[in-house]
């Protein structure tokens, strides 16, 4: 048995029994969030899509970042390899009834985001640097009043999504390309590890500033492509809605999609997509400089919906589409390797672009993989700057992570999503449970802020003198 083997044979043992646990925490936990917050997902909808969308210039300065620009650093986070690959993974493991679960979990994880995120800015700091930092080595220290244990959570997030996100990444991203040229995987592993090299090397508000500008349109792009496939095989359209309705709840056998594989795969793929719950949009979210700690709540809450119920939706429905009219579903089994960007690419090239899919798609992977590349590593470098300041330290980091984009371009698909999820259900437990611990301050303020709102207040104002514990907080002690 060779080395990899080994550790695929380890890590699915424990990948099976860690995400039932997970499933309580994320799960559980976020319907108590929606209760708590009486629905803001969806009570709320309207001020977190004026928050999100009209607020460019607010909070922008010469060091520290605006709450769009902030908004759009997350998205490019959540917008990536999830969105393509992670769809078509969801759909042959789980089956097309994952999709219907996806969007129930985007619902409960848009509270979820809502909280972790309002958290994130209340006890975030502002350093020497000039920026704010925050997140859940943050909340954990200034919240709990727990050091050790939050610099073991800044070390679980650089591990989690610096290395093992990133290698998902940059595996998919691989795995398209080589489909596309019919090149050796080594030859764009080269290629992609020394494009990552060159990302790297820059600070957050650089990379605020190309987020700004690719995320938006490589999401549209990409949209507008899977409307046209949708509208050119417009008839079906229901037949595909039908069934995504009727393998949620296991009435159908598809490639042993029963109920539980359904959720479990929707929850898996949906996680890693939206990151709901999971501890990394807070680092972002906590870089924003706004007046309130609500409105970056709310932003990310809408972040979570567009992620899952509009990027993966599209996504889903170019892959049913394929299916459906290529042959029976039930009938139909997907070969478990193209369980990612190739069966997209398949999809894409028979239902719209014929031989030019695979190479448009082989783009669209690289585009993603670069804008999450950027996000993961300024969630890592937050962290490792909680940790140390030593410049060292920085150095060993994106000599780390360089080399394991070129090592997870190279190893099986297989293993490279399983030690993404392994490390994303540990995360979901951890924040999750600390959440938990602290929520009663995001709700706090986000009574806080529509109080104001009701009171006529425009631009509503945080003061941590209005909590009942403002322990551990920095940035709120007044008007800023």
């Known amino acids: 048995m060779s080395f990899v083997e080994i550790i695929d044979s380890a890590n699915s043992f424990v990948n099976t029994y860690v995400w039932y646990i997970a499933f309580v925490f994320i799960i559980g936990i976020g319907l108590y969030f929606t209760v708590r917050t009486k629905f803001v997902q969806i009570n709320r909808l309207d001020e977190a899509c004026k928050l999100a969308f009209t ?24 917008i990536g390899v999830g969105n393509i690959a992670g769809v ?3 759909i042959v493991y789980g089956g097309p009834g994952a999709i219907f679960w996806m969007w129930i979990f985007a619902f409960i994880g ?11 800015q209340i006890y ?9 930092h925050g997140g859940p080595a943050f909340y954990i220290r200034n919240g709990l009043g727990k050091p050790t244990f939050a610099k073991f959570i800044a070390l679980l997030i650089i591990f989690t999504y610096g290395f093992m996100f990133i290698g998902v990444q940059a595996n998919n991203a691989t795995a398209a390309f080589s489909t596309a040229f019919g090149t050796d995987v080594i030859v764009f592993a080269v290629i992609l590890t020394i494009v990552a090299a060159a990302i790297i090397f820059g600070g957050i508000t650089r990379v605020a500033k190309a987020s700004t500008v690719i995320v938006p349109i490589m999401a549209m792009i990409w949209l507008l492509l899977a409307l046209l496939i949708t509208l050119t095989h417009f008839t079906q359209v229901s037949l595909v809605i039908e069934t995504i309705f009727a393998y949620a709840f296991g009435v159908q056998s598809f490639v042993g999609g029963t109920l539980g594989a359904a959720v479990m795969w929707g929850l898996k793929r949906g996680v890693f997509s939206n990151e709901a719950g999971i501890g990394s949009i807070p680092n972002v979210a ?12 709310l932003i990310q809450s809408v972040g979570v919906l567009i992620d899952t119920l509009v990027v993966c939706s ?7 589409i394929y299916l459906n009219t290529t042959t029976n579903y039930v009938d139909y089994v997907i070969p478990t390797t193209m369980g990612g960007a190739p069966l997209v690419q398949e999809a894409v090239s028979y239902t719209f672009l014929g031989w030019l899919g695979p190479y448009l798609i082989a783009i669209f992977m690289f585009v993603f993989a670069f804008s999450s590349l950027i996000s993961y590593y300024s969630m890592s470098e937050t962290n490792l700057r909680f940790i140390t300041d030593k410049k060292m330290a920085f150095t060993i980091l994106r000599g780390v992570i360089v080399l394991m984009v070129f090592l997870s371009s190279i190893i099986p698909m297989s293993l490279a999503w399983d030690l993404a999820d392994t490390f994303q259900a540990l995360m979901g437990i951890f924040n999750m449970g600390v959440l938990l611990l602290l929520s009663k301050h995001a709700f706090h303020a986000l009574n806080d802020y529509f109080d104001q709102k009701d009171e006529g207040i425009e631009e509503p104002v945080f003061n941590a003198a209005s909590m009942s514990d403002k322990t551990g907080v920095t940035c709120w002690n007044k008007s800023e």
Do not use: N, W
């Open 110 to 120: 848009a509270a979820t985001s809502f909280v972790e995120c309002t958290i994130g």
């Open 286 to 297: 906590s870089s924003a400089d706004v007046k309130h700690p609500v409105k970056q709540g």
């Open 314 to 320: 599209a996504t889903a429905f170019v892959i049913l």
């Open 88 to 90: 078509a993974a969801a």
């Open 124 to 132: 975030k700091e502002k350093k020497e640097d000039g920026q704010y």
């Open 55 to 78: 607020g460019l210039k607010e909070g922008s300065g010469k060091h520290t970042i605006s709450s769009f620009q902030a908004f759009c650093v997350s998205m490019g986070a959540r």
